[in-house]
């Protein structure tokens, strides 16, 4: 039996602020690792018309250099770059529900945490179009090729011009579908099927 992985308890026990508007972040949550492409959502987020006016934060365990990660740290010079690289719990939290956008341009990934929480705030996501995240987010994310940086920097833009985060009937329903309460109901009936 496949079961999938869900919102944590400390997330779904999280007391949103009423009437918390989004603010004019990207977020970008994941250890520094070359697999994880920071390097290109930077590059992209540079490149792009709201570099001025957004601020790209990148949440991250720096367990390697910057550069092992082919990450230039003469970008991340740039005013409208944030690097948090331990957030206490509360801290990414409010990230998450202050945070516009959530990406993931990951080249390959086994579900794709993050995302799903970035969705249970609101979030629009963007992640690149490998088989997992269309597997999971098919319905919710706008999709691109991870190494196409010009790509990458027009979807930031139209994303934030849309205006429209994922429908939230669509969300929710992508949220009770992953959800530890479903895994375990799944295990339960596998068990008890497997004990007749």
Do not use: W
């Not at 003469?74 to 990406?103: C, Q, S």
């Not at 930031?156 to 994922?166: D, N, Q, T, W, Y």
């Amino acid at each position: 039996v496949v079961t999938f992985n869900g919102i944590s308890g400390e997330i779904l026990s999280y007391k949103k602020e009423k009437g918390a508007e989004k603010e004019k972040i990207i977020l970008s949550v994941g250890t520094f690792n070359i697999r994880k492409n920071q390097k290109n959502l930077i590059k992209a987020f540079l490149q792009s018309g709201i570099k001025d006016s957004y601020t790209l934060v990148l949440i991250g365990d720096k367990n390697k250099v910057f550069a092992e990660a082919g990450i230039d740290e003469a970008d991340l010079n740039a005013p409208n770059i944030k690097i948090i690289e331990r957030p206490k719990d509360n801290e990414l939290l409010l990230m998450y529900e202050r945070a516009e956008v959530i990406v993931s341009l990951s080249e390959y990934e086994g579900f794709g945490i993050p995302l799903l929480e970035g969705l249970y705030f609101g979030c629009k996501i963007i992640c690149s179009d490998i088989p997992v995240y269309k597997e999971i987010y098919g319905d919710v994310a706008t999709f691109c090729n991870p190494h196409e940086i010009g790509e990458i920097a027009q979807l930031l833009e139209a994303v934030i011009k849309s205006g429209l985060p994922p429908s939230e009937k669509l969300a929710q329903s992508l949220l009770a579908k992953y959800s530890y309460s479903e895994a375990a109901r799944e295990i339960l009936v596998a068990v008890k099927a497997a004990g007749k």
